[in-house]
């Protein structure tokens, strides 16, 4: 089936690591996001990619970054993680030509930053 | 600037008891719009959308919204709650202008059995 999958699931890292969380989707499309949730904050939008080489900042950008290596992956990188990027990460995919921008969502990775 | 609120943070309800939760968006154009769940421990998955036509849209079990143009609402309903609906709802808004969605900030629903 056609999926959008994340890695890892859960992390634990401490405070001034380097970690790096995996999106990859078999959907086709050519739109990626990465999300933030936090309890009372919704959903806030990190970055957007609409293709390769493509990179667009989102609400609270600073603190990440992001690539594109091909369609199908978008990973996002915290250079130096804090305690407060502790928070559950989503990445969805979409394809506006076909589905009005509707956001198809991976299972989420939660990561604990000590 | 664009955005979408949803006023009810926190909702309790009985089961059997009826359901409607607040959308309201900025003005912005033409719009997009779109419920979604998300159960304890999952992801978010669609309930419904609506892009144009009939504005009252029907999704998976047994929620329907909406669309009041003129008051920039797109509320949730269900007439009868079940206690597996216990979940966290978010309203969104694609623009026609914009490039990406925008989410409310979740109403979570909790159903006493």
Known sequence: ?114 | AQSVSQHNHHVILSEAASLELGCNYSYGGTVNLFWYVQYPGQHLQLLLKYFSGDPLVKGIKGFEAEFIKSKFSFNLRKPSVQWSDTAEYFCAVSYSSASKIIFGSGTRLSIRP
């Not at chain 1, 001034?16 to 806030?44: A, N, V």
């Not at chain 1, 990188?77 to 956001?103: K, V």
């Not at chain 1, 989420?108 to 930053?113: E, K, N």
Request: charged share 25%; net charge positive; hydrophobic share 30%.
């Open chain 1, 1 to 114: 089936d056609a999926d959008v999958t994340q890695t890892p699931r859960n992390r634990i890292t401490k405070t001034g690591k380097r970690i790096m969380l995996e999106c990859s989707q078999t959907k086709g499309h050519d739109r990626m996001y990465w999300y933030r949730q936090d309890p009372g904050l919704g959903l806030r939008l990190i970055y957007y990619s609409f293709d390769v080489k493509d990179i667009n900042k989102g609400e609270i950008s600073d603190g990440y970054s992001v690539s594109r290596q091909a369609q199908a992956k978008f990973s996002l990188s915290l250079e130096s993680a804090i305690p407060n990027q502790t928070a559950l990460y989503f990445c969805a995919t979409s394809d506006l030509r076909g589905t009005h921008n509707e956001q198809f969502f991976g299972p989420g990775t939660r990561l604990t930053v000590l």
